[in-house]
């Protein structure tokens, strides 16, 4: 990449100018992403406007569009909701309206819009654009505008990001706010799941999503609901039959509660509504349960954005600087979305179709397309919630293959769900299940017990390892372990667990060459707060460890905003790996992030210390600074805390903070649970397959590469990468993979920090098509 090139991000918005609006329902995060949009568009040299009230300001023009500057987007990126305010807006309906709103726009020199909304409000950004120069020529013909005027903006380009709580735009693997409203939903959940419990009561829960069961749908998945209603995928007929004959079940399977969640827009086979009364009726009436009915509403799109949704506004935010800025007239709409971990451009209309053809099908009761419509991803969570919660167990063991389950290294919020979730796929495929405690030292020792259904029961919500989890290697204990495995005939080895859990996996392949029993098929699903597995992006538990990071953070700023003149200086969890570190600086909004993977120097550390002198004399008197806890073993943080003191004397004072073993610990997020559940099913899967694979003469051998393999979440996929292969990719001296994708992201942390750094415009997403898209998919 070039100089010029480097150079270009900088000037790029030099005499241009962006107007940014949320319109439509509120959505968590949607303050990320204006904020990302302003400080991205200031950093390009372009001037950035807000609308304030949505497309309500965008009319009436005169104080509802205001210049925006660095300090006035300080604090939005932990507030929920919008702080520019959205409006319903009847007048831009009308080509009226519109008129105004192009007059306003046009006196302002402001031809790039932002519009961060559903799709109602997107199609309108799309109408407002492809009648464009018609308005300016009336305008003009008016009046109202002069020729050069008309010829300064002869051309509107649009980029949308999609906020909404629904998750319901087609072509985006997630929507602003929807991971923030499932944290609303599973902290109820949970809250209700324990008077259920003291009660022994069925709890209907009504969750938003008129045209859309993503929410309910994962909401099922996260908690284990016995059932769900959505409006993709009415019941059978008898489904009053099957939905008793179900929650009868449970019962006598020993569990204490039922919990059924149920979509607003849930409907039956003939496009009749099922509400939560009705459920609640039929309940009581069939089976006496003592049932009750709470229905979230609003509750769902308010409280804190998570960090997720923090970290999607804000590198969608930047991504709709840069598409507005490259944008020609011939470039068409486009939404800037994210697919897997991937920022992608999709062109804004074809999207709006497909959403469009959802709720047609649907209207048409043409289910099973609109089913396809929705992505491979929903498929999937629907075909993993239906084996959970539809299939019955076999009763018979006969013919059935022995697995066994175990946590390795430290403890990491989601280990039990993807625990449950392996043992209950395994049941259903009527396989023996053992549970192993306390990691490969419990395999040598052989604490081991056979797990039924009920074992695992409400497992999904809990932190931490339930089997105990350990740190010890296998090396040198492989001849017990080889003892145990013939003792208790295991014929297959889930591992659940962190570094530890692929190293583990190395050595047993290299004991295989001495003990034959180890030639079993082995799979590591990767669970751990550092998130440094290779051959996965994403590990179990780092999604809850980084919310806890940013609670504690926010808590922190509110502090020090209130002290002013304070810079805290945070010491996160990771071991080698920068992963919370960096993360929880862009969800928090840190000033800098120190991490192993980017070195730096006393220079470093002494142009952050002037940078928040200079910050200090702005009307943003706080700093947050955080530090990996490895990533450099002179400059600790106490020398880093003791250096900011020094210089900061007189200008600010400085107080550190270790998070600690918290980090480990709360109840695992959303994202995590349901991570979990499928990755614990898709390993399972191919566990069943494998072993049949290496099936000969009544026993079973594997003894290929690919018999022992990680499961891991790779940009678009769930992928099964032999243990051995990912060797070359793998800093063993630093426990972390040689390659990690989030690197990419620290740019947009100090370009939101206010450093004058060079953004690598190299790597932006180009536009794509979602017609042929939808069947590549992520698998997630």
């Known amino acids: 990449m070039t100089n010029e090139e480097h150079h270009a991000a900088k000037t790029l918005g030099i005499g241009k100018a962006i107007a940014v609006l949320t319109s439509g329902g509120d959505a968590q995060g949607m303050n990320a992403a204006v904020r990302a949009v302003v400080r991205v568009g200031i950093f390009t040299g372009a001037r950035v406007f807000f609308v304030h009230e949505g497309y309500q300001g965008l009319v009436d023009g005169g104080d509802h569009i205001r210049e925006a500057t660095w300090e006035s987007v300080s604090m939005m990126l932990q507030l929920g909701g919008t702080v520019i305010g959205s409006a319903r807006c009847k007048d831009f309906r009308e080509r009226e309206g519109r008129l105004r709103a192009a007059h306003n726009l046009v006196k302002l020199g402001i031809t790039n819009l932002c519009v961060i909304g559903g799709d109602g409000s997107l199609t309108g950004a799309d109408t407002f654009r492809s009648e464009w120069s018609d308005l300016l020529s009336d305008l003009q013909k008016a009046g109202k505008i002069t020729a050069e005027e008309a010829k300064k903006s002869s051309f509107l380009n649009i980029v949308g990001l999609v906020g909404s709580i629904d998750n319901d735009f087609c072509g985006t693997d997630m929507t602003i706010g929807t991971d923030s409203a499932l944290h609303r939903i599973i902290e109820i959940v949970d809250a209700i799941t324990t008077t259920a419990q003291s009660h022994q009561r069925t709890f209907v829960l009504e969750v938003m999503g008129r045209h859309c069961g993503y929410l309910a749908l994962v909401t099922s998945l996260s908690c284990g609901a016995d059932w769900v209603f959505i409006p993709e995928c009415p019941p059978d007929d008898d489904w009053e039959e099957h939905l008793c004959r179900r929650l009868s079940e449970t019962r006598t399977r020993g569990s204490r509660l039922n919990i059924i969640i149920v979509a607003e827009g849930a409907v039956d086979k003939n496009g009749k509504p099922v509400t939560s009364e009705d459920i609640r009726n039929l309940v009581v009436k069939r089976l006496g349960y003592d049932t009750r009915v709470t229905v979230l509403g609003h509750v769902q799109r308010g409280g804190t954005p998570s960090a997720f949704d923090r970290i999607l506004g804000s590198r969608m935010g930047v991504e709709a600087v840069m598409a507005l800025l490259e944008g020609t007239p011939d470039t068409p709409a486009c939404v800037v979305s994210l697919s897997g971990n991937q920022a992608v451009r999709l062109p804004l209309m074809e999207c709006v179709q497909v959403t469009k053809d959802v ?84 395999l040598a020792k052989g604490q081991i017990e056979e797990a039924g259904w009920s074992y695992v029961g409400g497992w999904t919500g809990q932190g931490g390892s339930k089997l105990g989890t350990k740190r010890t290697l296998p090396k040198k204990s492989l001849e017990q372990i080889s003892a145990n495995i013939t003792k208790f005939n295991i014929q297959g080895l889930v591992i659940i667990g962190g570094f530890e859990a692929y190293t583990g996996g190395l050595e047993l392949m290299e004991g295989r060459k001495q003990f034959d029993e180890l030639c079993i098929p082995f799979v590591v699903i990767p669970a751990t707060v550092s998130n440094n597995v290779p051959g996965s992006d994403f590990s179990i538990g780092a999604d809850t460890a980084l919310n806890t990071i940013c609670t504690t953070c926010d808590r922190i700023k509110q502090s020090a905003a209130g002290t002013k003149r304070r810079v805290f200086i945070i010491e996160t969890m990771g071991g080698y790996c920068g992963y919370l570190a960096t993360m929880a600086g862009l969800a928090a909004g840190a000033d800098a992030a120190y991490i192993f993977e980017e070195p730096f120097t006393i220079r470093d550390l002494q142009a952050n210390v002037e940078h928040l002198v200079q910050k200090m004399k702005t009307t943003v008197k706080r700093g947050l600074v955080l530090r990996n806890e490895k990533c450099n073993e002179n400059y600790t943080t106490d020398f880093i805390f003791n250096l900011y003191s020094e210089e900061g004397k007189g200008i600010f004072d400085s107080r550190k903070n270790v998070l600690g073993h918290m980090q480990q610990g709360g109840s695992p997020t959303p994202f995590d649970r349901n991570f979990a559940t499928k990755m614990g099913a898709k390993a399972m899967n191919w566990m069943s397959g494998k072993i049949k694979e290496s099936y000969r003469n009544g026993r079973i051998f594997a003894n290929t590469p690919d018999s022992g393999c990680v499961l891991g979440m790779r940009k678009r996929a769930l992928v099964f990468q032999p243990v051995t292969e990912l060797q070359e990719q793998t800093d063993f001296e630093h426990r972390i993979p040689k390659e990690q994708w989030w690197l990419k992201l620290r740019p947009i942390l100090k370009i939101l920090a206010k450093y004058e750094i060079d953004l690598d415009t190299s790597d932006h997403a180009h536009l794509e098509h979602i017609s042929g898209k939808r069947s590549g998919e992520a698998t997630v």
């Open 359 to 442: 709720t047609k099908a649907m209207d048409d009761k043409r289910f099973d397309e609109a089913m396809k419509l929705r992505g491979r991803s929903f498929m999937n969570n629907w075909e993993v919630y239906k084996l959970l919660a539809h299939v019955r167990p076999p009763v018979s063991k006969t013919g059935a293959f022995t697995v066994a389950v175990m946590n390795v290294g430290a403890p990491a919020a989601g280990m039990n769900a993807a625990v449950r979730s392996t043992v209950r796929i395994g049941l259903i495929q009527g396989n023996r299940v053992l549970v192993v405690h306390d990691g490969f030292e419990g």
